[in-house]
């Protein structure tokens, strides 16, 4: 068809949107009780029949919600993941979602005025502003963190800097795996009360360390074995994300490893697909961040005396890219 490449793009969207909606309903939780037809799971929720059954057609050609006869019930992911009270519910995605949406819905703003629609400033943000944004963050940062544990070997390490650690989850995630392992989580004022909360509900209060730093300006104050950067550097424009990186390395041992976690592209500037998708978002997030090539990667890495460095590729458009300090 004439239209055909155009039309598929338009209606990409829409299983996005039937997914936020359910999500804002906390459908998946009234599935949960049991599978049922639209009348009873729109009473659990309080909601009129009708307009719900469509929705949750939407969500089982979307792949998210299963039917048998009349009956609905949750999918595998979606009950693990969607169901308030498990222990792997994503808390506050929904609000993470819409975020972002919000943001992309904001580009060609943020294009005709040169500047950021829904500009994210983390030095002035409100505790309200910042408990809500990192809500929807922690649990997947705490997965982050397992998974680098369990990647690496981090035999020879007793203290990780975890540099602009956010709510704190990436350090829970590795103390979680090693044991033997003190994190010290750096981050701006605004972020600190909630990752010292976080912390503390995770009982990890002993091993998982708060301080003050702005990266940005200055080495974080202490000496560590290694340093972990999850998610920092493309907020950044690339001179300042060149200058944060040293300053980190500034404080890790010689010899000790340096992990840079998020989304990178690959050289051409066009893959992975997601990376390049996500760049919408950035521009209207960040003044001056998006996702970068590697090839700039290397070149921050090699400005900051890093050596060795090599790239993992990761789902979602999301890289490892790791080495360690010379001299």
Known sequence: MKYESIDALYMSAYPAFALLAAIQLDLFSALAQGAAGAEQIAARLEVAPGRLAVLLQALVVAGVVEKSGERYSNGAEAHRMLVKGRPDFLEGIGELYLDRYRAALGAAQSIRDDRPSAKKDFASMKPPEAAAYYA?????????????????????????????????????????????LHVTVADLPPVLPIARARIAESGLADRVHVLEADVLAAPPPGVYDAAVVRSLLQVMSAPDAGRALANIVAAVKPGGPVYVLGRVLDDSGLSPEECVFYNVVFISLYQDGRAYTERQYREWFRGAGIGGVRRIPLAGGHSILWGRKEG
């Open 136 to 180: 929807g963050m922690f649990k997947r940062a705490v997965d982050v963190g397992v998974e680098l544990a369990r990647r690496f070997d981090f035999a020879g390490c007793r203290s990780v800097l975890d540099a602009g650690g956010g709510s704190g989850g990436l350090a829970a995630g590795l103390c979680r795996v090693l044991p033997e």
